[in-house]
C-alpha cells in the first residue's frame, strides 16, 4: 500500500495516510489526480483503476470515497476488502459512521487507520475479532 484518502463527492480531502515517504508536491498531485479521477467516474464503472504505476482502487460509502493506492502487482480484491473492513472498524467505532464523524472525530479515525493499518495481515485472517479488544474509547 502506497496510500489511503477519504474525500467528500464535493472533493474535499477528509483524511489521508501515506506509507511511503513523498514530497508535499507529489501528495498534492495525488490528491488533486486521485479526486478529479474518481469523482468522474460513473456510479456503475469498476472500483479499480490503472495510474502510472500503481493501481487504485476506492469505494464509495455515504458521501465518502475511500481511495486506496497499491502495487500495480496487489491484488485488487484484496484492497477492496482493506477498504471495506475499515469502514466497519468505523461503523462499530462510531456507530454507523459519517462525513461529520470523519470531520470532528479525525484524531480517532486516524488513531483507527493506524493500528488497522498496522494489523491488516491479521485482521484479514481474523474477521470475527471483536473491536473492543483492541480499541480504547
Known sequence: MRFMLLFSRQGKLRLQKWFTSM?????????????TMVLARQPRSCNFMQWKDLKIVYKRYASLYFCLGVESQEN??????????????????????????????????????????????VWLMLPALPVGSWLCA
Open 23 to 35: 514530497s508535499d508536491r507529489e501528495k498534492k498531485k495525488i490528491i488533486r489526480d486521485m479526486t
Open 76 to 121: 485488487e480484491l484484496l484492497a477492496l476488502e482493506i477498504i471495506h473492513r475499515y469502514v466497519e472498524l468505523l461503523d462499530k467505532y462510531f456507530g454507523n459512521v459519517c462525513e461529520l464523524d470523519i470531520i470532528f472525530n479525525f484524531e480517532k479515525a486516524y488513531f483507527i487507520l493506524d493500528e488497522f493499518s498496522l494489523n491488516v495481515s
